[in-house]
């Protein structure tokens, strides 16, 4: 019981701290929160299958051998991000982060009904790769396969990206962009080339999001993405914006509070357990405004 | 003797005024010249006054972005839905209401004062921790707290309904009634701006670090105008569900958080006759769209938009406001009548 605990505590968490780094790689170099990247996710998920109203979805680039399946869908999570870079937030580069906000969530929004006007209002069912729900015997537990698949992509993902952004040079521009735009600029460091480059990563990871989401719950939804968004926000606030361990560290914790809650609220309680967590978020809050991993400088000096 | 600056108070004065009698010169044309169906659209952008001028009086006068206040016409709308309906549908609807309020028949008056009040108190709770966090940290938040507010509302059954809607709301709200709402935010709207804590906290919307080294305590009067703004936007709620009968907590949720932004940003987010002109524009370009959706003949031929076209254009127009004239129609400034015709000649004392 509490070993599988352990698993449905990481893997779940594993999924919002890669959700949570696509919203802080973003903020971190354009000081942008990225209000579209549910709707990232929910055009990853649909861009699996052919489009119709069917209620039964037929897999187009989702019946694709997986290897191949993989990399054209992060592909095609990038290449929308980019192209909202190029189209959408390339014009508003010098805009306030507010007027950067709002023009994300109408851009959600707009995604969201393209979504609706091309495959129908109703959920669809979606068989991905349903041989991953088989159950795993782990020490004393029985771990279905796709939750070891899960953990294992995400500590490869967190690594990778770690390594990219100390070891390279466009990792180290971004850091440097989220540190000081400005004197980054002065110093040599292409603005579009960093910026396009956080929206390709952040494109991709809201790809593997989707593609997680698809294969748990077998369902595409338009509004798939939305609470998983809501969940990343709230952890690069709690882990203080714009640090990006902190996006992670926090995420992993949400994961593992929302698992803990799962488990141990009383049943009549368990609807309301994202309520519960909200709360809890709001008590952290209350004790460090500035959220547990707040980098040095984030706030004003008077 | 009149100086300089009361010249301009008085100025100033005339904005709110002037902002009622053009809604209410639009009341009137409508009654006149529509059918019952333009005065249905009237109604509604006339509770979309009461509620984006409410929003406004805090994301206007704070430019902090909110994302919750539908969560406050939510509350409101259902505040006004437990004291008005009759016992017998609360006991079949929603049988898990207290007595006291299973059994409360209250005017519709009292009830949507009520659905204000409940949503002022509960954003002064929730504004004491939210409010806190830096402004795009405390915009994150209040999204937060709007998905908090929809997942108790679907899921607390036996005392919202859960994601069924709540039917047979008393339907007294028309033109007038929400003209007579639309007037009232308006005036407060106004009232609170130039009053000492709304200059303060615009004070700290265009610098909050100058503004603290001030002594403005940001934190206090942006709980203030929250809370007032909860206010109408609570009352906005309650009309919308007595205009049409029905309620269901979807109603409250992202898209109206998104029309609501939309007027907001259309119109200029910087002044409060900026969020009536986004209202009416917003209204006027989503029921020409809507009417294209529907298809019309143009020149013997008949045109129409694929369904669903009307969201995607509202969304994409409010994008190229936000690059094009980034501080939306009215750019800030307010309708008023001339300093020189309310000021008179300028009087020196000898």
Excluded at chain 1, 166 to 186: H, Q, S, V
Excluded at chain 2, 268 to 291: K, N, R
Aim: aromatic letters at 8%; proline letters at 4%; glycine letters at 10%.
């Amino acid at each position: 019981m509490s070993l599988q605990l352990v698993f449905d505590a990481l893997s779940l968490g594993g999924i919002y701290a890669i959700a949570a780094l696509g919203i802080a790689l973003i903020f971190g170099v354009m000081k942008l929160v990225n209000f579209a990247h549910g709707q990232f996710i929910a055009f990853a998920v649909f861009a699996l299958i052919v489009p119709s109203a069917n209620a039964v979805a037929t897999l187009g680039i989702g019946a694709l051998p997986a290897p191949l399946l993989i990399t054209l869908v992060l592909a095609i999570g990038a290449g929308l991000a980019v192209l909202a870079e190029r189209l959408v937030f390339r014009p508003l580069r010098d805009a306030s982060p507010v007027s950067l906000m709002v023009a994300s969530f109408a851009l959600g929004v707009m995604l969201q009904n393209l979504l609706l006007v091309t495959y129908g209002g109703r959920p669809k069912a979606v068989s991905l790769w349903a041989g991953l729900g088989a159950p795993v015997p782990v020490l004393t537990a029985q771990v279905p396969l796709l939750q070891l698949i899960v953990i294992g992509a995400v500590a490869a993902i967190l690594a990778g990206l770690a390594l990219m952004l100390k070891r390279t040079r466009i990792g180290l521009e971004m850091r440097a962009a989220a540190e000081d735009f400005g004197m980054a600029r002065l110093l040599g460091v292409k603005a579009n080339v960093v910026i396009s480059g956080a929206f390709a990563l952040s494109g991709a990871l809201a790809a593997v999001v989707a593609l997680v989401l698809v294969a748990q719950t077998g369902v595409a939804d338009v509004r798939m993405g939305g609470q998983i968004m809501l969940v990343a926000f709230i952890a690069t606030v709690v882990g203080g914006m714009g640090s990006l361990p902190g996006a992670v560290a926090a995420g992993l914790l949400i994961g593992a509070a929302s698992a803990l809650l799962q488990a141990f609220l009383p049943p009549e309680a368990r609807p309301f357990r994202d309520a519960f967590l909200y709360g809890l978020v709001i008590l952290v809050l209350l004790a460090r405004p500035q959220g547990l991993f707040a980098p040095a400088g984030a706030k004003p000096r008077v | 003797m009149t100086t300089q600056h009361q010249i301009r108070r008085r100025a100033a004065a005339t904005t709110p005024v002037l902002l009622i009698l053009v809604l209410l010169a639009f009341v009137l044309l409508v009654l006149t010249f529509g059918d019952r169906s333009t005065a249905r659209m009237a109604t509604d952008a006339l509770i979309s006054v009461t509620l984006v001028v409410g929003f406004w009086i805090f994301a206007g006068n704070s430019g902090v972005i909110s994302f919750g206040h539908a969560a406050f016409a939510c509350v409101g709308a259902y505040v006004s839905a437990w004291t008005t309906l009759r016992p017998a549908m609360k006991t079949m609807l929603l049988p898990g209401l207290p007595a006291w309020l299973a059994q409360a028949e209250w005017p519709v008056f009292a009830a949507a004062l009520a659905g204000g009040a409940v949503a002022a108190l509960l954003a002064l709770v929730t504004g004491a921790a939210i409010l806190r966090l830096s402004g795009i940290a405390a915009s994150i938040a209040t999204f937060a707290f709007l998905a908090m507010v929809n997942a108790i509302w679907s899921n607390w059954t036996p005392v919202t309904g859960g994601t069924s809607s709540v039917v047979g709301l008393a339907r007294y709200v028309g033109p007038w009634v929400a003209l007579g709402w639309a007037a009232a935010a308006i005036l407060v709207a106004a009232l609170y701006a130039h009053s000492a804590s709304g200059l303060a906290l615009r004070a700290t919307r265009e610098d909050e670090v100058a503004a603290a080294a001030s002594g403005i305590d940001t934190f206090r009067h942006r709980l203030l105008a929250y809370a007032l703004s909860a206010f109408f936007c609570g009352v906005g709620g309650a009309l919308m569900g007595h205009a049409i009968g029905v309620i269901n907590p979807d109603a409250y949720y992202l898209s109206l958080t998104f029309v609501m932004l939309a007027m907001l940003v259309t119109g200029g987010i910087g002044s409060l006759s900026g969020a009536v002109v986004g209202v009416v524009a917003v209204t006027l370009a989503g029921e020409a769209l809507l009417t294209l959706e529907h298809g019309v003949t143009l020149a013997g031929v008949p045109v129409s938009l694929p369904p669903g076209s009307q969201q995607i254009l509202i969304a994409l127009a409010m994008i190229l406001v936000l690059v094009f004239r980034p501080a939306g129609l009215l750019a800030g400034r307010e309708i008023a009548l001339p300093v020189r015709w309310v000021g008179g000649r300028r009087t020196d004392s000898n």
